[in-house]
Each structure stands twice: as C-alpha cells, then as structure tokens.
C-alpha cells in the first residue's frame, strides 16, 4: 500500500494516511487502503495498539473535493455508507486507536479523528466541519460522533457555521484530550500507546468494547454490557498473572493475550 502506511513498533502499529500532496484528502482509494490496513491490524496479533496519523503538514484535510464535484445522490450516497463503515470498522477495533492530529483534521479528516479512542493534538492542529460551506452535509459520521464527543449545542455551532477551531479550542471542549508542541506529537502518541500496551490485552479489549457499547445503550443495559466483560477476564490466565504480581508485589507482569 502507498497511500496508507503501517509500521509496526514493537506492540504498537502506526497507521499514516500519505497523501502529503493533496493533504491526505480521502478518496476512494485511500478508503480502500484504509480498509486493508484495518484488516491488517486486526489479523496482527502483536499489534495491541495503534497511532493513526497524517503525512507532511496535514492529519486528513478532508475528503477529496475534486472526486465528489462530479457525485450524484447515488453516488454521493454510496461514497458516504462506504467511508462510514470504514470508520465503524476503526472505532470497533478491539485495539484501542489513538488519533496524532499533526495538522488540518477538516471535514472527513475531523471524522477520522473522531472515529479513533483517543485524540492528541499538535498545537498546529486545526478541526472542523466546513460541509455546509460546499453544500453537502457531513458524510462519515459527523452529525453523530461530535454531538456525542462535544454535546449538541457545540456540535451544532460548528457543524452549521463551518467553523474552524484550534487546538486549544478543541482541548477546552473535550474534542482532543492532550495539545501539545508538534515536535513532541509522535513521541507522546507512542508514550500512551505503550502504557496501553503494558496491560492486559483482553481487559483493554473488554473496557473499550464496554465503552463504545454502552455509550450508546441506557444505563441498565450498559452495566450488564460491564458485568459480562467483568466475568470474561475474570476467566483469563492474565487476571491470574496481574493478580499474582499485585499480591507478591511484582513489578513486572507477563501478559499473554490468554
């Protein structure tokens, strides 16, 4: 694949979408390569973690403008189910996803970044949602993630303005969790990633899926989502081992996926 780069780290899998000439725009072919790498991921049995982020000055400057002047309704509607169910596919990963947001992160990039677990901004990072601006709506999930990440009023200021906000902005209202300088970015991606790593993978697993299933669900159901997870891993061979180094009071734990 050339235009989405998988480089594995040890435990961690770095995804970069490379498009540096086009900023990383989307379009169906990098869909498509994004598609693969997800697969490959999911196949890799090493990979526990995974940073996802942009080549050159850009995270994802959107979707690729030139490619959907020419959509119909059907065209436009089939383009927006097949990038949604990519970003499905990467928010269900079973490995938790941290976005490096490098740059623009604009209109399907701004998705992209909502589709992945953790968001860390660059403080040359830019966001939004300038759909409204073209015409079009959002396509890959927009009206639905950053209602959920920022609360509705927010959402609906800057989906329906088409507003661009800076990292800081986006720090204060919760869109990213970390902002920080752009020479540090990488660095502090592959810090968290490693932290996730070092824990139990099937518990790290078990608390994402719990997470994503129950913020969609009432609470009553969501619990029961948490109890299952809870006697899953009680079930495991690494429940044993991160116990037992708890109570001998071991440093070092050897988690084996089991």
């Known amino acids: 694949m ?3 780069l998988l480089e ?4 961690v899998g770095v ?4 498009r540096p000439e086009a900023l990383n725009a989307l379009n169906s072919a990098v869909l498509d390569e994004l598609d693969a790498a997800i697969t490959a991921v999911e196949q890799n049995s090493e990979i526990r973690a995974v940073i996802l982020t942009g080549a050159g000055r850009s995270f994802v400057a959107g979707a690729d403008i030139a490619e959907m002047k020419e959509f119909s309704s059907i065209d436009g509607r089939r383009f927006g189910v097949r990038g949604s169910g990519i970003f499905l596919r990467l928010e269900n990963l079973a490995k938790p996803v941290i976005a490096a947001v490098n740059g623009f992160a604009l209109g399907g990039g701004c998705e992209l970044a909502m589709a992945c677990d ?8 830019k966001f939004g949602q300038p759909e ?3 015409g079009i709506t959002p396509g890959f999930g927009g009206t639905q993630r950053l209602p959920r990440i920022v609360g509705v ?8 303005t088409a507003k661009t906000i800076g990292a800081a902005e986006a720090k204060e209202i919760g869109l990213v969790s970390q902002v920080v300088p752009p020479e540090e ?10 932290a996730i790593c070092a824990n139990a993978p099937i518990a790290v697993a078990e608390s994402k899926r719990c997470i994503r299933m129950g913020m969609q669900a009432d609470i009553a159901t969501a619990s029961a989502f948490e109890s299952e997870a809870f006697g899953v891993t009680c079930g495991t061979q690494d429940k044993n081992e991160g116990m037992g180094a708890f109570l001998e009071k071991r440093a070092e734990k050897h988690f084996q996926n089991k």
């Open 2 to 4: 050339a235009l989405v």
């Open 8 to 11: 594995q780290q040890g435990n």
């Open 15 to 18: 995804l970069t979408i490379n």
């Open 118 to 125: 953790i968001r860390i901004a660059s403080e040359k990072a």
């Open 132 to 134: 409204v601006g073209l």
């Open 153 to 160: 009023s927010k959402a609906m200021e800057l989906i329906l």
């Open 185 to 194: 970015l990488m660095d502090t991606a592959m810090a968290l990633a490693q």
